[in-house]
């Protein structure tokens, strides 16, 4: 990585850019608290100040704890607008209205609070002609660790270059709280979830393999996988004309 402060500025010019050529009056984002979306809060907040961060609790317990506590701590340090809008009835008026209609199996109902949240946040942004941020970084894009149409479904993404490893680089130079830092990555979707527990790889070791450094022979296959079964999250939807433009 080049020199933070560079970098910095590099970013922050990035975001301004896209307001303008959007010419959209703000930015909305959503804050759960973790190292991701602190780091795009701060880069959004410093390229405009009408920059909104929105707490979105959904069904599990940490998104009201410590989650929420971590999400309103590091907007006041950064002086970033916070609003909350609780989903957990909203996601328990869907599961009603899909009864009888299907049985949701556990991915369907795991992804249905990212793709609340998202639908929360273009409500906000298309309400007041603000850009939709997203906080999704390189590593979860290369092992397709967030959800279609769900936490994926943004208008820029400012971060989407950086490992995770150079995330906390960032953070630390921002003088970001250090527990933000420390907290075990979550998409906070149910109680005790953790991302590297879920994979069965840790972030380090993601970054290592991009970065074309050694990994352990079971690391490898874990994020080998990871990246070849997720390839439809990275692409477009296949169109017939791509399909006939293939096969001619």
Not at 147 to 165: N, Q, S, Y
Request: net charge negative; aromatic share 8%; hydrophobic share 35%.
């Amino acid at each position: 990585m080049r020199d933070c402060k560079t970098e910095i500025e590099e970013r922050v010019a990035f975001i301004r850019k896209m307001l303008a050529d959007a010419h959209a009056d703000g930015i909305v984002y959503g804050n759960s608290g973790g190292k991701d979306c602190t780091l795009v809060g701060i880069l959004c907040k410093m390229a405009c100040d009408n920059t909104v961060g929105v707490i979105m609790p959904c069904s599990s317990k940490q998104n009201y704890g410590s989650d929420r506590e971590d999400a309103l701590k590091t907007a006041e340090q950064f002086s970033i607008e916070t609003r909350t809008v609780d989903l957990t009835a909203v996601r328990e008026s869907l599961l009603g209205a899909l009864d009888g209609v299907t049985v949701p199996n556990a991915t369907a109902l795991t992804n249905i609070a990212p793709r609340l949240r998202m639908t929360t946040l273009y409500a906000i942004g298309a309400s007041e002609n603000r850009l939709v941020a997203g906080t999704g970084n390189k590593c979860e894009a290369y092992m397709g660790y967030f959800t279609k149409w769900g936490d994926g479904a943004v208008d820029f993404c400012p971060i989407a270059d950086l490992t995770v490893d150079e995330i906390y680089t960032l953070l630390r130079y921002l003088k970001a709280p250090e527990h933000i830092i420390k907290k075990a990555p979550s998409a906070g979707l149910f109680e005790g979830q953790t991302d590297e527990g879920e994979m069965g790889v840790t972030y380090a070791a993601v970054a290592a393999y991009i970065n074309g450094e050694a990994v352990t022979p079971a690391e490898r296959e874990i994020i080998e996988r990871y990246h070849s079964r997720s390839e439809h999250k990275r692409v477009l939807p296949p169109t017939f004309a791509d399909y006939r433009a293939k096969n001619q």
